[in-house]
T-cell receptor, first 116, second 114 residues
């Protein structure tokens, strides 16, 4: 079974530029998550989709971050414009069920973003 | 509100020694608890989880954890450390009241000495 795929793996940009990350979850998984992991911290949920609807985006900085999940499969996360404090690893995860707290989340390898 | 505290950002053990990684949580309702492991340049992988039932949970790679409600703890143990156990370990809690959110601890990096 293929895992969660993310691209690119690494990205370096200058502040005020824009950047987009892509995620392809495990086939058949209904729920998709985007996390931000700052160095030395645990992952922090940015947004959670169930199929193509948003379940929770309360911690997404909506003035600069946006995300979509078209057709309930792939997802993109965009930052525009980027700030220095956005430097982090962005993790995508998926789970089989429809937003159940007991579900196991399967994580992709992440995209390491450096903002200069 | 949920929170997770992992005691010790770094833990070092000798190969063959007991591994003990500590996790305490706060939750207003019975929690669901998880331990994930992250190897360098990889995503997180589930080690084990507690949902309901038996409080001693066995996971992959010889790890286990015990849910102690009275102590609000979910410590991770392994009787004998192996070099391949060197990684970062995250404790997490989810609550299931309507919508849910998974909160992760800050992580504990495990070093294993030969």
């Amino acid at each position: 079974e293929a895992g969660v795929a993310q691209s690119p793996r690494y990205k370096i940009i200058e502040k005020r530029q824009s950047v987009a990350f892509w995620c392809n979850p495990i086939s058949g998984h209904a729920t998709l998550y985007w996390y931000q992991q700052i160095l030395g911290q645990g992952p922090k949920l940015l947004i959670q989709f169930q199929n193509n609807g948003v379940v929770d985006d309360s911690q997404l900085p909506k003035d600069r971050f946006s995300a979509e999940r078209l057709k309930g499969v792939d997802s993109t996360l965009k930052i525009q414009p980027a700030k220095l404090e956005d430097s982090a690893v962005y993790l995508c995860a998926s789970s089989l069920g429809s937003s159940r707290p007991t579900d196991t989340q399967y994580f992709g390898p992440g995209t390491r973003l450096t903002v200069l | 509100a949920q929170s997770v505290t992992q005691l010790g950002s770094h833990v070092s053990v000798s190969e063959g020694a007991l591994v003990l990684l500590r996790c305490n949580y706060s939750s207003s309702v019975p929690p669901y608890l998880f331990w994930y492991v992250q190897y360098p340049n990889q995503g997180l992988q589930l080690l084990l989880k507690y949902t309901t039932g038996a409080t001693l949970v066995k996971g992959i790679n010889g790890f286990e954890a015990e849910f102690k409600k009275s102590e609000t703890s979910f410590h991770l143990t392994k009787p004998s450390a192996h070099m391949s156990d060197a990684a970062e370990y995250f404790c997490a809690v989810s609550e299931g009241t309507g919508g849910f959110k998974t909160i992760f601890g800050a992580g504990t990096r495990l070093f294993v000495k030969a």
